[in-house]
Nanobody, 115 residues
Framework: VQLVESGGGLVQPGGSLRLSCAASGFTFSSYAMRWYRQAPGKERELVAGIASAGGNTNYADSVKGRFTISRDNAKNTVDLQMNSLKPEDTAVYYC?????????WGQGTQVTVSS
């Protein structure tokens, strides 16, 4: 299993970024996917999740209405569209999936929201 995130960077408050996670090594369309983030000195937290078929999504209260998770099972990708970004969104963002035996993480992509 390999998860590779991309799309992070530096953005001003109020701006937007789109993160993407490219998955390989497993049957992507059979697995739910999640985005997590970890800010300096804080625990890793769940940001958003999406079911295997893409119909059901869930979000942390702190990002509801600003972030949108989506997936393309034909391309084996899961994206996170982030709008109206705030300084408190600054973190390393990780793509995640899991089986009953193991949890899988990407290497993360840094998002910095600052003026």
């Amino acid at each position: 299993v390999q998860l590779v995130e991309s799309g992070g960077g530096l953005v001003q408050p109020g701006g937007s970024l789109r993160l993407s996670c490219a998955a390989s090594g497993f049957t992507f369309s059979s697995y739910a996917m999640r985005w997590y983030r970890q800010a300096p000195g804080k625990e890793r937290e769940l940001v958003a999740g999406i079911a295997s078929a893409g119909g059901n999504t869930n979000y942390a209260d702190s990002v509801k209405g600003r972030f949108t998770i989506s997936r393309d099972n034909a391309k084996n990708t899961v994206d996170l569209q982030m709008n109206s970004l705030k300084p408190e969104d600054t973190a390393v963002y990780y793509c995640n999936t899991w089986t009953v035996l193991k949890v899988y993480w990407g290497q993360g992509t840094q998002v910095t929201v600052s003026s």
